[in-house]
């Protein structure tokens, strides 16, 4: 199993050599998209993923800097099949708000000429609890308070717990806490791909003092870490010793 990184920027002004929010799990010869900020199709193209293997794509939450490339993903995907002449596989789309890719839908058919979804998109609304379970991946929905309307409780800001080949993988979307996390995590975890936009690597280090987690990975990340890369890389090795890891764009990594 291999992860991505194709952009770990949290939703700040544009940095160099950084897109917003995508992260890419490669299992079994398929690939499943958590977020699609803008460039990912670019990214993830030149890098060498085969676009026409996605399998599933999950949104955490309507954000632009996780939603923006989503629009630019379909589009791409229907632009490769018919350069290769190969019909792409039906694609499983979970997402917190149906508003969202009902307006990506609209957009497509109004902007993007000659788009005819030549292949099947089935859109599914996210929920609390296991979204689904193919034999590659197991994945879980646990809503936070991100984004909430709180008169109404209508959660649409989600982390996930993705469970393959006996490993446990965490991804914590945006958040309003970190202690959201503490059901995902449970006992121990493989890895954590945790957001450091709203917070800091210190924070990270005290949330973690008394978890079992075995490496961690600091994406969509903001401007403490962006704007002092040699400091915060320090600080990431002083604090998890060899286990952390502060993402950069293109990177992959085996679990």
Known sequence: MKIHFLGT???TE????????????????SLYWLDAGEGCSIT????????LKIKRILISHPHIDHTGGLAN???TIQKLSQRKKLTPNSIDLYTPLHDLT???FSFLKNAADGFKKNFEINV??????????DGSLKVSAFHNEH???KSKREWISYSFLIEAENKKIVYSGDL?????LDALIGEHCDALIIETGHFGIDDVHEYLKNKSVDRVFFSHNGREILNFQKESKEKVELYFEGRGSICEDKMTVEL
């Open 147 to 149: 984004i909430i309307d």
């Open 14 to 29: 544009p940095f160099p050599d950084r897109r917003h929010a995508c992260t890419v799990i490669e299992i079994n010869d």
């Open 73 to 75: 993903l379909l589009w």
């Open 44 to 51: 993830g193209h030149l890098m060498g993923l085969d676009l």
């Open 176 to 180: 309003k806490a970190y202690s959201e």
């Open 124 to 133: 599914h609304e996210a929920e609390d609890g296991i979204l689904f379970d």
């Open 9 to 11: 920027c949290a939703g």
């Open 102 to 104: 009902d307006a990506v």
